[in-house]
């Protein structure tokens, strides 16, 4: 059974930079979709953008200017790197896979445990 | 673009059924899926599709989707269903979530 695992800083200064990796065991890396999805309370869950095995990323345009998603085929890793963080950037982050080029046909499963960012000065 | 719009709480007496809606203008042509959050865990997709029940989701999971409302349906309601429940679709080229329904079961 694949299993999304997630690591990285949880605590950051304003104007820091957000650096999250989820590592993929268990199950096929190629031919899948990996995302980042954050929740707050003020805006609950939130897409942040995915990035496809060959390195093609989709962003949500509300993030686009300050998020970069990456990927390292050779260790079944992903991440998430989000600049000039703001306290509005404190949320839990996921990471999750979805499969098939239609957007209408992915959904997120399975989802990794979730990590708590807090972003204070 | 536009959003999904569910009720803030839910409650059901144990063994009731239980219905959450999700609302959204022109969901007809889309699809969507339902994500069951419970405390402290990562979310689980329970339907997706708007109708299909993943493997080793329970058979009292239902979905289903009329005119711009999806619905998530729970039958014979367990103490262990109480969780946050969210749906999802995709609008120009951008994952959308619901705002998540409490379920209470008392």
């Known amino acids: 059974q694949v299993r999304l695992q997630q690591w990285g800083v949880g605590l950051l200064k304003p104007s820091e930079t957000l650096s999250l990796t989820c590592g993929v065991s268990?199950?096929?890396?190629?031919?899948?979709?990996w995302n980042w999805i954050r929740q707050t309370p003020e805006k609950g869950l939130e897409w942040i953008g995915e990035v496809a095995d060959d390195g093609r990323a989709k962003y949500n345009p509300s993030l686009r200017s300050r998020v970069a998603l990456s990927i390292d085929t050779s260790k079944n890793q992903f991440s998430l790197r989000l600049n000039s963080v703001t306290a509005a950037d404190t949320a839990v982050y996921f990471c999750?896979?979805?499969?098939?080029?239609?957007?209408?046909?992915?959904?997120?499963?399975?989802w990794g445990q979730g990590t708590l960012v807090t972003v204070s000065s | 673009s536009y959003g999904l719009t569910q009720p803030i709480s839910v409650s059901v007496a144990p063994g009731q059924t239980a219905t959450i809606t999700c609302e959204g203008f022109?969901?007809?042509?889309?699809?969507i899926h339902w994500y069951q959050r419970k405390a402290g865990q990562a979310p689980v997709v329970v339907i997706y599709?708007?109708?299909t029940r993943p493997s080793g989701i329970s058979a009292r999971f239902s979905g289903s989707k009329s005119g711009n409302t999806a619905t998530l349906t729970i039958t014979a309601a367990q103490g262990g269903d109480e969780a946050d429940y969210y749906c999802?679709?995709?609008?120009?080229?951008?994952?959308?979530f619901g705002g998540g329904t409490k379920l209470t079961v008392l």
């Open positions: 599709r708007d109708t």
């Open positions: 022109d969901i007809g042509p889309t699809n």
């Open positions: 999750a896979r979805t499969r098939s080029s239609v957007d209408a046909f992915k959904w997120f499963d399975p």
């Open positions: 999802q679709m995709w609008d120009s080229g951008t994952a959308l």
């Open positions: 268990g199950g096929a890396f190629t031919a899948y979709y």
